[in-house]
């Protein structure tokens, strides 16, 4: 490793060299503030006449080989932004003595293109630009260099962090009055310039040491060039296209810039639960996990990249809420889509790691999709649960993260995972965290004030596409609600009829549709009209502070805002048309229009009926009597402890040199045993427990890593017992 402070200039226009920004590089992403911030560094040094300035490092790797035009290429692993933006600079600077050809001026648009600035000008192709960007920057600052060099050629447009920078520097030199002082700062600019070379020094490391200067690198961008960094420098590229932008396509469609630091926070809260991981930890957690799985050797990334990719894809689902590429017509699929909307109306970031357990668990084969959709309303109902009765926040916190641990201990233990999991839920009772009752829920919906809750157009919706499956099978409102709505079949009905359309009801009867709003049908200003006050009865104050808010008193409205004070008549007319004003059949609004009255009586028997319909469309689940009894916290402190892999080993079960057989017909193979009671594959690779060996096995013979169980994936000896069967 060479390192020395250097001028900037001298640096840049080094002949026969070019800097490239590997692939694993994030965008050119300097905004307003960071160039600002080098502009005004840059003119400090100018006025000052004598001094230098400090700004930062760039760091480069060499691979001590050349093209055949004798031009050497350097990966630029630190420094991109800061050097990508001196160079914009200087285009900017170029364009300036262009326009002002007849001022005196210490520098020319010639000189800067033929001093190696921004170019090797005897070079040709790929050789002849001095900087090349990666991803999509790369076409538009290549096109600012062409059209600076041949104003014929097209001028890039389009929206480009390059583009805005570059206009950002020409605006500012056009309203300086001596723009020699930019230029004389530029040459008075110094970094510390590190050359390492390729198999000697240790880039990462470097690269993390040095990022304390200009934007904060993301966890993203940090494990991006971490696990590219693996590979040589002659195939990074390659595994950027064929490991890594594949995981970036998934997580795409959310247009997050931040998408990726949280999937990767929900899947190692997944993974290290119940550990409780902050964004300034996914970093150290992500090498922590590549180590002990052995990823970072024999040129396993790639695996860990397709894991990621699987993971991510599920993660999307969640934040989404819905199954992408799901079939509209498969009943399963729809009612999975149906619940992960819910739970990402009302979950938020605190429930995708134990959904994305969920998708691992059914990915594993031990619930089947049906009881995968099953575990999904029983989060949904939950959260929603919670949510009405004004649960403790940070128990359901704790709680899911928890849970999330207790379900891989289920794992291991070989016991039923869907039986387990509604247990879990069931078994605090009584506790912050619990599962509220029936009789909670239902009290919470009568009594609360539901128009001042965030969650009251989602609670809406969903009634309404509950009461649209009732109707549809020729149902009434007391039929929905009288409890057996709440069975598989009336759910199945409710998903449907929501696929299918319901008037006041958003696709996926998670919201409200767009332009609606909960409406009061007795007004906010009803103690000022006599006729409202008169409805009221004798102790209209009171009435009116217990009713107004209330559940019964609220509908969905194509109106919210137009009759906050109208009459009952005027209100009913409003519920029955739709935005543009055509009749509309509202099923959550059928009970309201057929009222000839409205008041104190009507609003508590029209909240109790929908309080009973919410019994069915978030119910309290059930579980055999022995699986909630194994799982309370006193019978679970007195079992025996899940037998691991080293307890078979301890016990002399499984011994050293024992041959482990793959069951799989389609993969055949083997692992031993080794003297230290570890798993050894044939790649020579250990491992402290099954299913971690199993999935490494799969991914040696070419198999994608599908997550199976190791305990009932390896056999002991050819044709012996399954190890599941062992313990």
């Not at 695996?303 to 993660?315: H, V």
């Not at 999709?369 to 704790?398: I, K």
């Not at 009461?467 to 998903?495: M, N, P, Q, W, Y």
């Not at 009759?563 to 409003?574: I, N, P, V, Y």
Request: charged share 25%; net charge negative; glycine share 8%.
């Amino acid at each position: 490793m060479d390192a020395g402070v250097r001028r900037v200039m001298g640096l840049i226009s080094e002949m026969n060299v070019r800097y490239v920004v590997p692939v694993y590089q994030r965008p050119y992403s300097w905004g307003e503030e960071q160039c600002l911030q080098l502009w005004d560094d840059i003119l400090a040094c100018g006025r000052s006449r004598e001094q230098t300035h400090f700004t930062g490092s760039i760091v480069t790797m060499q691979d001590g080989t050349a093209s055949p035009q004798g031009v050497a290429s350097l990966a630029v692993i630190d420094g991109q932004q800061r050097i990508t933006t001196i160079a914009l600079l200087l285009v900017a600077l170029a364009r300036y003595a262009d326009a002002h050809a007849k001022e005196r001026l210490p520098f020319s648009r010639q000189e800067i293109l033929m001093s190696g600035y921004l170019t090797n000008p005897f070079r040709s192709g790929d050789d002849h630009y001095k900087l090349t960007l990666s991803k999509g920057d790369r076409a538009t600052f290549r096109a600012v260099v062409d059209h600076l060099e041949d104003p014929s050629r097209p001028a890039p447009e389009g929206p480009s962090r390059i583009l805005d920078n570059l206009a950002l520097f020409e605006r500012r030199l056009d309203a300086l009055a001596n723009v020699a002082l930019v230029w004389e700062g530029l040459r008075r600019l110094e970094v510390v310039s590190v050359t390492m070379a390729q198999g000697r020094d240790n880039a990462q490391l470097i690269f993390e040491s040095m990022n304390s200067t200009g934007k904060d690198l993301s966890a993203a961008d940090l494990i991006r060039n971490f696990v590219l960094m693996k590979y040589p420098l002659d195939r990074q590229a390659q595994a950027y296209q064929t490991y890594w932008r594949p995981l970036e396509d998934v997580l795409a469609p959310l247009g997050d810039e931040g998408a990726f630091d949280d999937f990767i926070r929900c899947f190692f809260q997944m993974a290290y639960a119940p550990e409780r991981l902050g964004n300034a930890d996914l970093y150290q957690v992500f090498k922590r996990y590549v180590s002990a799985n052995a990823y970072d050797v024999n040129d396993r990334m790639g695996f860990l990249c397709l894991r990621l990719k699987d993971f991510a894809g599920y993660y999307v689902d969640a934040v989404r809420g819905g199954l992408s590429g799901a079939d509209d017509a498969d009943p399963v699929a729809r009612r999975t889509s149906f619940h992960l909307a819910g739970i990402a109306r009302l979950g938020g970031a605190a429930a995708r790691p134990l959904v994305l357990e969920l998708f691992r668990s059914c990915r594993r084969r031990e619930c089947t999709r049906e009881q995968l959709a099953n575990m999904l309303g029983v989060l949904e109902s939950y959260l929603l649960r919670r949510a009405v009765c004004d649960c403790e926040g940070s128990a359901q916190e704790h709680f899911l993260r928890h849970l999330v641990a207790k379900l891989a201990a289920v794992r291991s233990a070989g016991e039923k995972y869907y039986e387990s999991y509604v247990a879990l839920f069931l078994v605090e009772e009584g506790t912050p965290r619990r599962f509220p009752t029936d009789d909670e829920f239902r009290r919470a919906l009568v009594t609360r004030d539901c128009f001042g809750f965030a969650q009251a157009p989602f609670v809406l919706a969903r009634l309404n596409a509950r009461l649209a499956a009732g109707s549809a099978a020729g149902a009434s409102t007391a039929d929905a609600a009288s409890g057996s709505a709440a069975d598989a079949a009336g759910e199945d009905a409710t998903v449907a009829r929501a696929a299918a359309g319901v008037p006041g009801s958003a696709a996926d009867a998670s919201a409200l549709p767009e332009g609606w709003g909960v409406e009061h049908v007795m007004p906010v200003g009803a103690l000022s009209d006599p006729a409202w006050a008169q409805a009221l009865g004798p102790d209209a104050r009171l009435a009116f502070e217990r009713g107004v808010n209330a559940l019964g008193n609220l509908a969905p409205s194509a109106y919210p805002y137009d009759l906050q004070d109208g009459t009952l008549a005027q209100k009913q007319g409003r519920l029955a048309r739709d935005g543009e004003g055509r009749a509309v059949d509202v099923p959550l609004c059928r009970d309201v229009l057929a009222a000839q009255a409205w008041g104190p009586a009507q609003i508590e028997a029209r909240s109790r009926t929908l309080a009973s319909v919410a019994l069915g469309a978030w119910p309290l689940p059930h579980v055999g009597a022995a699986a909630l009894e194994a799982f309370r916290p006193s019978r679970r402190a007195a079992q025996v402890k899940t037998v691991t892999w080293q307890d078979l080993v301890d016990a002399g079960v499984v011994q050293m040199d024992d041959v482990l057989v793959s069951a799989s017909p389609m993969y055949p193979g083997r692992a031993t045993v080794t003297s230290t009671g570890r798993i050894m594959l044939a790649t020579g690779e250990t491992f402290d427990e099954p299913t971690a060996a199993y999935e490494r096995f799969l991914g040696s013979v070419g198999a994608h890593e599908t997550g199976l169980n190791g305990w009932t994936h390896w056999r002991l000896g050819e044709g012996g017992p399954l190890l599941d069967q062992l313990r």
